[in-house]
């Protein structure tokens, strides 16, 4: 170390050798002595500074770059969330206009399943009110039986074939209305939108709703099958009586309260321009219904019955006969029933009493009005039970069976008017039977 020290020296000592700065003021020389001390330390403090000076530089340098970076990189930082708050507005947006969309969708399909239930729930409670009618009737008609009283075999109230069956029995429409409700069924799912985000949601519940609707419009196609089927039928039953249907039933009315409405005529079409079938069939049936509940009034109004619902026998038929008294040919125009005395005699029909009284050769009799040119008279009676103007309705009790005015023996004579003419009342009971017998 000490040799180390000695060279030190030595380097130093050549390097910073004495010296003396001389200057001049006034005339006076002036010298300052610095020592190899001096030297080395005023060496030290311009290194020293230096070094600062440097140090300072490239510390500024630095810096500012690291300025530049952490900028460039905020800026960076900056775009990019920017750019994920854009798509994450974008995919706000696009879920709100999914919602918004499915919504409006499902708000329209369901306002249509709703309109078109209204219009089922409708029609099929107003059938069902008619068919509660029809069969109270039936009941009321099964209670009478045929002419001498005979009861159905069985409960069904299924009317028999009372025309000869076509030769080729005519297809059920159900099937080619299958076909036509599922093909418009089909139209309606290719109407999904085509939007890629609402598509799948859409095109699912509109799968849904057309499957829905195509059971509606069966149930809607039934209901008119039905509602047709059995207007041909009662109006075949109208017709075994000898009188024309036609001459009977009024035209119907549109009585639906839910097809009620107004308004100008605009076709309701899809899309490729065919008719709505439901609408076509909603249409059709409610005026078919509003037939049958025609019908109906007509059959409760048609003396079907017989006067008697107790045990009776058949003793006298309508048309030439020779007279129980006298023993000669003459025209009877009615048909008698004998059963024990003051037997019940009831209404044949709803109606409204014309007559309560005595007629000469009839006794105690009692005519009945029944509407469409229907009147019906009930002789020979021992008792009346009603009044003139009052109103009756099936099997309601009018008087007692005797055997009062132009008589043999306890019974009732029975006759049917129609528009003033006598018709025979055998008819409408064999054709009433077929409203309950099967």
Do not use: C
Not at 47 to 55: F, P
Not at 79 to 88: F, G, I, M, Q
Not at 280 to 289: E, K
Not at 380 to 406: C, F, P, W, Y
């Amino acid at each position: 170390m000490s040799r180390r020290s000695s060279k030190m020296k030595r380097v130093l000592s050549r390097l910073f050798k004495e010296r003396q700065i001389y200057h001049r003021s006034d005339g006076v020389v002036h010298f300052i002595s610095m020592s190899a001390k001096t030297q080395i330390a005023l060496a030290v403090v311009v290194l020293a500074a230096a070094v600062w000076v440097a140090y300072s530089s490239v510390n500024v340098v630095f810096k500012e770059q690291i300025i530049v970076a952490k900028e460039r990189e905020r800026l960076v930082m900056q775009t990019n969330l920017s750019k994920r708050l854009h798509e994450a507005q974008k995919a706000y947006d696009d879920v709100n206009y999914l919602n918004n969309t499915i919504e409006r969708e499902f708000d329209e399909t369901m306002d249509d399943i709703w309109s078109r239930h209204r219009m089922l729930a409708n029609m099929v409670e107003r059938k069902a009110g008619i068919d509660q009618l029809l069969d109270t009737q039936a009941d009321g008609l099964s209670a009478a039986g045929g002419p001498n009283g005979q009861k159905p075999t069985n409960g069904n109230r299924i009317m028999i074939d009372i025309a000869p069956g076509e030769p080729t029995p005519r297809q059920s429409r159900m099937s080619v209305l299958r076909k036509e409700a599922a093909a418009e069924a089909a139209i309606d799912k290719q109407k999904a939108a085509e939007d890629g985000l609402a598509a799948g949601a859409i095109e699912s519940m509109e799968e849904a709703a057309a499957d829905l609707y195509l059971e509606q419009l069966l149930l809607l196609a039934s209901v008119e099958e039905k509602t047709a089927k059995e207007i041909d039928e009662f109006r075949r039953v109208i017709d075994s009586t000898g009188v024309s249907p036609d001459a009977l039933i009024t035209p119907a009315k549109i009585s639906n309260i839910v097809l009620a409405q107004g308004g100008p005529f605009i076709n309701p079409t899809n899309d490729d321009g065919e008719p709505v079938k439901f609408f076509q069939h909603a249409n059709r049936t409610a005026a078919l219904i509003d037939e049958l509940n025609a019908v109906e009034s007509t059959l409760n109004h048609l003396p079907l019955s017989s006067p008697l619902t107790v045990a009776r026998r058949y003793t006298s038929g309508f048309g030439i006969r020779r007279d129980p008294i006298n023993g000669r040919h003459s025209s009877h125009y009615g048909i008698d029933f004998a059963a024990p005395w003051a037997s019940p005699v009831t209404a044949t029909a709803a109606g409204v009493v014309k007559f309560a009284g005595t007629r000469s050769g009839f006794g105690r009799v009692v005519e009945i009005d029944h509407g469409n040119g229907f009147v019906t008279r009930y002789a020979h009676m021992s008792r009346i039970t009603v009044k003139a103007r009052q109103k009756v309705n099936l099997h309601d009790k009018v008087g007692e069976l005797g055997s009062s005015g132009r008589s043999t023996g306890p019974h009732v004579h029975y006759e049917i008017m129609f528009k003033k003419r006598p018709i025979n009342p055998r008819r409408f009971i064999e054709a009433g039977r077929y409203v309950f017998e099967s």
